[in-house]
């Protein structure tokens, strides 16, 4: 049965006044703890690389030099000396579970609007978002339901490639902050941009398409 405009407006806060901005929200604040951190790892591991090749240079030599002493100064407090360590990996966790809200969010609200006959734009940024990072939907199974994968359950258990490799936040070789799990790998500072791309897109469609707003 098609929702006539009150039914959308009386549901317009719903949607749109407390969850979509509240995932939101999730992401820029577990993206604000990450992604500084990433930015320095990466630029750590390319001036090791660089000094390794032997290009590197003065600022490479001094880079490494200030990473070796925030390794030992987190030694020496009784911390996990890595960069990325348990807390960082939590923090990725909880942002690939707030990606995969923004997600659900986009799929409402691509209901919301279709008995309007106004879905097109939506769909097009769902679309957008999950051609590139489709699968944290299944990842985000994975966190939740993890205890059945490991024993050979699971929903998605058809999508394994290596059944050696767990679930979990880790880095590649170049120093970004990974969801990994059975062969699959997301990069979750760029999908979590690309779900805040959503969302302010999300943000404005919804508000032009049930009350004219531009």
């Given amino acids: ?52 090749s032997g290009t590197g240079s003065s600022e490479d030599e001094a880079l490494i030099g200030e990473a070796k002493d925030v390794v030992a100064r987190r030694s020496m407090a009784d911390i996990d000396p890595f960069p990325y360590g348990m807390q960082i990996r939590i923090d990725g966790v909880f942002l690939l579970l707030a990606i995969r809200s923004i997600l659900t969010m986009a799929d409402r609200i691509v209901t919301q609007l279709e008995p309007l006959g106004k879905a097109g734009e939506a769909i097009a940024a769902r679309d957008a978002f999950t051609s590139r990072y489709g699968l944290v939907k299944d990842l985000r199974d994975v966190v939740i339901h993890y205890d059945e994968y490991v024993v050979g359950q699971g929903r998605r258990r058809d999508l394994i490639v290596d059944p050696n490799q767990g679930a979990g936040v880790t880095d590649d070789v170049d120093g970004y902050l990974i969801f990994a799990w059975a062969g699959h790998r997301i990069r979750l500072v760029d999908a979590a941009k690309e779900a805040l791309v959503l969302s302010e897109s999300l943000a404005r469609m919804f508000g032009k398409a049930v009350f004219g707003t531009r």
Avoid: C, Y
């Fill in 1 to 52: 049965m098609a929702m006539d405009q009150d039914v959308n407006s009386a549901t317009f806060m719903l949607h749109l006044g407390t969850t979509l901005p509240f995932w939101d929200r999730a992401v820029r604040i577990q993206l604000s703890r990450i992604q500084p951190l990433q930015d320095w790892v990466v630029r750590v591991n390319a001036a090791a690389k660089r000094l390794e």
